[in-house]
């Protein structure tokens, strides 16, 4: 999400913040900028929206020279995307440059006490408030260095202390021409080594054309870069040593930060990218998502939840929670059927339109659809400015950061968490769901990222279940409540990356009809963590096992009811079971990758297939 890349050193930093730049663009960006301490004193910037090309030729146009600067590729999330929300930002004095990968939690409040100082602002962004606060703590400090190392690096270190969020930010200031200043707080920054000049990068790939010599940051460490020196501090000042890693990867392995495929990449990325999805959205067992503040709840009789695919998927199992907790009734269509039908659409409906790109051409027609008949319609999307938010009265962001691998994984994940942050925010609102079940869901959403981390350690289980028995031509997915559409998203996966033949079903449907399919060495796999419903899928299991067919269940930790029945046993850790599928599916996830991997096929890129769907 985002890139960063910085440069000290004799060499014209031009060339090398471009170079490092273009080998982060992999990681999705909507707009780019440098910022050069130029040979005659002045901080220059250039930046523009759209592909670094862009930026480049702005470059040709109006080059400017110097040998320290720092660049950045964006993907937004405060703002849109645009030439004056691009990185960089300064200050008011223009003598402070900040890059940010990140969100400041917390911005809208800096950004009203420096307003209230005199400050002024030229963005949307959540990134200028951090040149704002550097300002302000070097206009604090003496003129001398005050022993904790160079003002600019203790001015950042102040400054952050103010924030909440997560970032990793690169800093330059006038004050201080041959130095860059770095931080990092749970997002990635590293330090590249060269005998000529010192990097600042949030990849390996930005260095590697330079130095195979890094430093990994540690959480909360912050780090000054001169052309011959590295100076690594955590929040309290104290001086730091870290080790130094010599990368062996090729670029583009690089790229993938080591994994094989940018699908497995994805998969490993989403506790980090819940973390984002939920940053500063639970906050004393409440929800805040002010991007709803303005939609009429009082007025809504009826919800419909629209998406294709995955975004279908993360509908169908978000209706259970909005029913559970708004006592309303909830429609669940994919936007290819919904635009087609003479649906009841009124001002008394809230549509909820689900798309990863914003650029989905049926659920952009379902959307305007409910938009023409007066629904108050929501767009949940990963994407900022893209097209489903022009047609929204409202819209909420994932932040789950840009995916390369063509089938969904942390986007879908971050998908209906946002939606179960919706629905939380508006049970509150309406008040028709127990205050102390909606704590329950809160606890489990502020521990998810935890969950899916130690729902990965499944993937030595995964991978050997996936080996055996990649072979098969076709399997079952079953499951109850909400486990019946997480069993339709485990077959999609499947069929997608694997192309082995899959599909999904409720348990309880076995009999009419999906059991005609079992026999002899059939292989069904189970959503069989703790639910209501437990006992039931246990009697539907024993019913494939009685003609045949081969059990993998995937269980909650610690529970033992299902191991008798079972073949195969993948254990996740235990949630409320509202939130269960954002856990259940990793192991799907991985079961699907591995068994891709064992035919023979390219996980990235499966056949036929685009990563977004936009002509009908």
């Not at 759209?50 to 993907?75: C, M, N």
């Not at 969950?451 to 030595?460: H, K």
Request: proline letters at 5%.
């Amino acid at each position: 999400m985002c890139g960063i890349v910085g440069y000290t050193g004799p060499q014209p930093a031009v060339p090398l913040l471009l170079e490092g730049l273009r080998h982060l663009e992999y990681r999705g960006y909507d707009s780019a900028g440098l910022a050069v301490v130029s040979a005659n004193g002045h901080l220059e910037i250039r930046k523009a929206a759209g592909r670094l090309d862009r930026l480049t030729e702005s470059l040709k146009v109006a080059p400017i020279h110097g040998r320290v600067g720092v660049g950045h590729t964006r993907w937004a999330t405060h703002g849109r995307p645009s030439d004056e929300n691009a990185h960089p930002h300064t200050d008011c004095t223009g003598r402070v440059c900040v890059v940010h990968n990140g969100v400041v939690e917390n911005y809208r409040e800096l950004r009203d006490q420096l307003l209230a100082q005199g400050h002024h602002f030229t963005s949307e962004t959540d990134t200028e408030v951090l040149a704002h606060l550097i300002e302000v703590e070097l206009t604090e400090l003496p003129e001398a260095s005050d022993g904790e190392g160079p003002r600019l690096l203790t001015a950042c270190r102040k400054a952050l202390d103010r924030v909440e969020g997560l970032y990793a930010i690169a800093a330059v200031s006038l004050d201080d021409p041959d130095l860059i200043v770095g931080a990092r707080s749970r997002a990635p920054l590293i330090v590249g080594l060269s005998a000529e000049g010192n990097f600042l990068a949030s990849d390996v790939p930005a260095v590697l054309g330079e130095t195979r010599r890094v430093v990994r940051l540690k959480e909360q460490d912050l780090v000054a870069l001169r052309p011959d020196s590295v100076l690594i501090v955590d929040r309290y000042g104290r001086q730091r040593e870290r080790a130094v890693d010599v990368v062996t990867w090729d670029r583009t392995a690089a790229e993938k930060a080591g994994y094989p495929h940018f699908f497995l990449k994805e998969v490993y990325e989403q506790p980090e990218a819940l973390e984002r999805t939920c940053a500063g959205r639970l906050v004393d067992d409440h929800v805040v998502l002010p991007e709803l503040s303005g939609l009429d709840v009082e007025s809504i009789r009826r919800v419909v939840l629209t998406g294709c695919g995955s975004a279908y998927h993360a509908c169908l199992m978000a209706r259970y929670a909005f029913e559970a907790w708004l006592r309303l009734p909830v429609d669940v269509d994919m936007g290819s059927e919904l635009r087609y039908r003479d649906v009841a659409l009124d001002p008394s409906v809230l549509c909820i339109a689900v798309s990863q790109s914003g650029e989905t051409a049926d659920t952009l027609a379902a959307f305007e659809l409910a938009r023409a008949h007066g629904a108050q319609c929501v767009a949940l999307t990963n994407s900022v400015g893209s097209a489903i938010t022009s047609l929204a009265d409202h819209v909420v962001y994932q932040h789950s950061g840009p995916e390369v691998a063509v089938v969904s994984s942390k986007t879908f994940t971050g998908q209906l968490t946002t939606l179960l942050l919706i629905g939380l925010a508006l049970a509150e609102r309406v008040g028709r769901a127990t205050p102390v079940s909606l704590q329950k869901v809160v606890g489990a959403l502020t521990d998810l990222p935890r969950s899916v981390q130690e729902a990965l350690a499944t993937a030595q289980d995964s991978s050997r279940i996936a080996e055996r028995h990649a072979h098969v031509n076709r399997l079952l997915f079953l499951g109850r409540g909400v486990g019946y559409p997480t069993a339709l998203e485990g077959a999609l996966k499947l069929k997608e990356i694997s192309y082995i033949h899959a599909e999904g079903y409720p348990a309880g449907e076995l009999k009419h009809g999906p059991l005609a399919l079992v026999e002899p060495g059939s292989l069904v796999v189970v959503l069989a963590t703790r639910s209501a419903t437990l006992g039931k899928l246990i009697s539907n299991i024993e019913e494939v096992r009685a003609r045949g067919g081969s059990i993998i269940a995937i269980t909650s930790r610690g529970d033992d009811l299902i191991a008798p029945h079972a073949d195969e046993i993948i254990r996740v850790p235990e949630t409320v079971e509202l939130v269960s599928p954002v856990v259940n599916v990793v192991p799907m996830q991985l079961l699907a990758y591995y068994a891709a991997v064992a035919r023979g096929c390219d996980p990235d890129k499966p056949r036929n297939l685009a990563k977004s769907v936009t002509v009908e």
